[in-house]
């Protein structure tokens, strides 16, 4: 495994792999299984594979939130020494220099909702990040977790303009045995709080289940609000939308899913699932 800590040496290995197929990962450490499982995934379709892990400050809204974010390079190398090829770990300087302009991207239609409502500006500091990754590293195909499934939306649409021949490759969401989606955070989390984080994925089965016994759509909502009542735990936002457009529904559109963003103890989760066949 090769460790690139920034752009130019990147690019000087990425010219010893020219006309080989290479699969990228982008990553903000703190390295889990759902991570491990884009990266074998990669492994498996691709002759090399780059791994980038960079905590991206463009895409925090919220400083205290960044500060916490947990971080363990040393841990995270030895976790992927076997799996991947190349590990891109750059320094801020290094992707944002000091003339660097920050990209708009045209994503309105995607972003007015969930994540985007309630992160002013995250999806575009994910864009710039994920532009520059993709512009850097040319990869064949590029690996995002249905986890981040709005990110992915807007991944696929950003790189359908910029980058339309790379492929961008959803993978399936990994979990804890109690039901959590694995998540970086979920390191913040206390033992206790841990084990009531399963509310969150407990909650879109339940949904998935009401809305199959033919209960409707706001009914299935006010049930799931008044679950995370009951429980005391905050609930940011339990939204059922459209697969594509990932507008509100209300009628019975296959492939919907339900989102939730929810705090536990401080931390904030998010996890999905799709309600309708
Ligand atoms: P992050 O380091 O949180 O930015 O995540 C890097 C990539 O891993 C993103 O594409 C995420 O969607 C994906 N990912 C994070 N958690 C999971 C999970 N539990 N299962 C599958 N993919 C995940």
């Known amino acids: ?36 499982s884009l990266i074998e995934k990669a492994k498996s379709e691709n002759d090399f594979v780059v791994v980038s892990i960079f905590v991206n400050p463009k895409q925090f809204n919220d400083p205290k939130d960044l500060e916490n974010y947990p971080s363990d390079l040393e ?13 891109f770990c750059p320094d801020i300087e290094n992707v944002y220099p000091n003339d660097f302009k920050e990209l708009r991207f045209e994503i309105d239609h995607l972003e007015g909702v ?12 994910v864009c710039n990040i994920v ?20 990110q992915l939306a807007i991944i696929r649409h950003m790189s359908k303009v910029h980058f339309p021949k790379i492929e961008i490759v959803p993978c399936e969401i990994i979990r804890e045995e109690n039901g ?31 809305i199959r016994s033919n209960k409707s759509i706001d009914q299935v ?4 609000r008044n679950n995370f009542q009951k429980e005391k735990i905050e609930l940011e936002y339990f939204e059922i939308t459209h697969p594509d457009t990932l507008q509100p529904i209300n009628s019975r559109i296959p492939r919907s899913r339900g989102f939730i963003a929810a705090y ?9 699932l799709e309600l309708i066949e």
């Open 1 to 36: 495994m090769q460790i690139a800590k920034d752009k130019e040496t990147l690019q000087t290995l990425l010219n010893k792999w020219s006309g080989k197929s290479i699969g990228l990962v982008p990553t903000m450490g703190a390295l889990h299984e759902g991570h491990l």
């Open 75 to 87: 841990g995270d190398l030895k976790k992927i020494q076997d799996l991947t090829d190349c590990v």
């Open 114 to 125: 969930m994540e985007g409502k309630h992160r002013q500006g995250h999806f575009q500091g």
């Open 131 to 150: 532009y520059i990754l993709l512009d850097l590293v040319k990869p064949t195909r590029a690996y995002f977790g249905i986890k981040d499934y709005q």
């Open 180 to 210: 959590l989606a694995k998540s970086s955070r979920n390191l913040n989390l206390s033992k206790d709080d841990f084990e009531k984080a399963a509310i969150i994925y407990q909650n879109l089965i339940a949904a998935r289940d009401l």
């Open 221 to 224: 909502k006010e049930i799931v």
């Open 264 to 272: 536990v103890g401080n931390v904030r989760l998010i996890d999905n």
